[in-house]
């Protein structure tokens, strides 16, 4: 169990909808980190937060967006979900930012229909 | 820019032989290297780190990597492979203060 915790576990939609996930950090952890994770893009980078603030950008898309809130829990939200949007989203945190390890959640399995 | 190659999307070995999965990386400035393993239905593991202190680094569950600045290369590997090894394993550099990049994982397969 690495400490940082995320929900659902499953979450079945259909295209055209709206979702949110949710990531609780470990105890202690300031970074906040989404992934994508399919089997024809691999672990993609999203986005990562800092103590609220958003510290760094990867690969999302605009209908995709997160925010790390005062009590550091973070919520990625996908709205206009389509059929490519199928994936596991993971949750990471560490300490501080870039250098120290990261510590993934169990993930998040979104399936669009 | 900092990147990561995995050499070897899928390597198999037999159960008992060396297990070596590659790294290469590129950085302008020295990086921090991971790795780390992902069983199946489940979230990443850090199995190790290299952070500038020794370049031979070791990890959990038997496997080590050693850093090779002239090569760029963080290459891992365990002497003897077990059942249990299976997994799919990604390496990742971050440079102080950025976001990590990861490899694209190297699935392994222990062949009984």
């Known amino acids: 169990d690495s400490g940082v915790t995320q929900t659902p576990k499953h979450l079945i939609t259909a295209t055209g909808q709206r979702v949110t996930l949710r990531c609780s950090p470990r105890s202690g952890d300031l970074s906040v980190y989404w992934y994508q994770q399919s089997l024809d893009q691999g672990l993609q980078f999203l986005i990562q937060y800092y103590n609220g603030e958003e510290r760094a950008k990867g690969n999302i898309l605009e209908r995709f967006s997160a925010q790390q809130f005062p009590d550091l829990h973070s919520e990625l939200n996908l709205s206009s979900l389509e059929l490519g949007d199928s994936a596991l989203y993971f949750c990471?945190?560490?300490?501080?930012?870039?250098?120290?390890?990261?510590?993934f959640g169990p993930g998040t399995r979104l399936t669009v229909l | 820019a900092q990147s990561v190659t995995q050499l070897g999307s899928h390597v198999s070995v037999s159960e008992g032989a060396l297990v070596l999965l590659r790294c290469n990386y590129s950085?302008?400035?020295?990086?921090?290297l991971f790795w780390y393993v992902q069983y199946p239905n489940q979230g990443l593991q850090l199995l190790l780190k290299y952070t500038s202190a020794a370049t031979l680094v070791k990890g959990i569950n038997g496997f080590e990597a050693e850093f090779k600045k002239s090569e760029t290369s963080f290459h891992l590997t365990k002497p003897s492979a077990h059942m249990s090894d299976a997994a799919e394993y990604f390496c990742?550099?971050?440079?102080?203060?950025?976001?990590?990049?990861f490899g694209t994982g190297t699935s392994l397969t222990v062949i009984p």
């Open positions: 950085s302008s400035v020295p990086p921090y």
């Open positions: 990742a550099v971050s440079v102080a203060g950025n976001q990590f990049y």
């Open positions: 990471a945190s560490s300490v501080n930012p870039g250098y120290d390890e990261q510590f």
